[in-house]
């Protein structure tokens, strides 16, 4: 069965610390894995992707298939970052078909 | 650019109605689905399409129809409206399935009374 986990509904960290927004998967086969960010009153948008390795806004992904993670990771949190976020897989075929975490809301404190 | 763009954006429905949700997108995408959000819950695929007169069942396809007469719009039809149908729907497009960045609309809140 598919199905994305992500343990945490809140992460409440203080500007300047260290981010990590967890999330593992189950699927058989080899998935693409995504990040979505929905910041307030904004629409869902992806942040990153496995398949092309960015590091965007300063975040950062690893797809560690040994532990089935694709944990989220930003060293110095801003303000800026606080959002819901998203984990995804999907098919390698099937980009379309998306299956979604239940998401994590990030809080960044000044 | 609107993008892709949702209607109504708020709903209130009385059990057994039915009404549509609409759903147009301006970037020549080829690809539309639509997602369900329940509290506490992620999105979940109801349908999508991958071109004009192409629809195909997501994972909780039941009580929803959908069609794609045209590339740009993918109406979801809610048939016989029932409580379990209360949810956040999102319509989402993209240029075609080889991983182009996913666009979503603003979402559709709708409640089943």
């Known amino acids: 069965a598919q199905r994305v986990t992500q343990p945490e509904k809140l992460l409440s960290v203080f500007k300047g610390a260290p981010v990590e927004l967890k999330c593992n998967y189950s699927?058989?086969?080899?998935?693409?894995l995504f990040w979505y960010v929905q910041y307030s009153r904004q629409r869902l948008q992806l942040l990153l992707r496995h398949i092309s390795r960015e590091s965007i806004k300063g975040f950062t992904a690893d797809l560690n298939k040994g532990e089935t993670s694709f944990h989220l990771k930003k060293p110095f949190a801003q303000e800026e970052d606080s959002a819901m976020y998203y984990c995804?897989?999907?098919?390698?075929?099937?980009?379309?078909?998306?299956?979604f975490g239940t998401g994590t809301r990030l809080l960044v404190s000044p | 650019n609107a993008g892709v763009t949702q209607t109504p954006k708020f709903q209130v429905l009385k059990t057994g109605q039915s009404m549509t949700l609409q759903c147009a997108q301006d970037m020549n995408h080829e690809y539309m689905s639509w997602y369900r959000q329940d509290p506490g819950m992620g999105l979940r695929l109801i349908h999508y399409s991958v071109g004009a007169g192409i629809t195909d069942q997501g994972e909780v396809p039941n009580g929803y129809n959908v069609s794609r007469s045209t590339t740009e719009d993918f109406p979801l039809r809610l048939l016989s409206a029932a409580p379990s149908q209360t949810s956040v729907y999102f319509c989402a497009s993209s240029y075609d399935d080889s991983g182009n960045t996913i666009y979503f609309g603003e979402g559709s809140w709708l409640t089943v009374v």
């Open positions: 995804a897989l999907s098919p390698p075929t099937g980009f379309q078909k998306l299956v």
């Open positions: 699927y058989s086969g080899s998935p693409e």
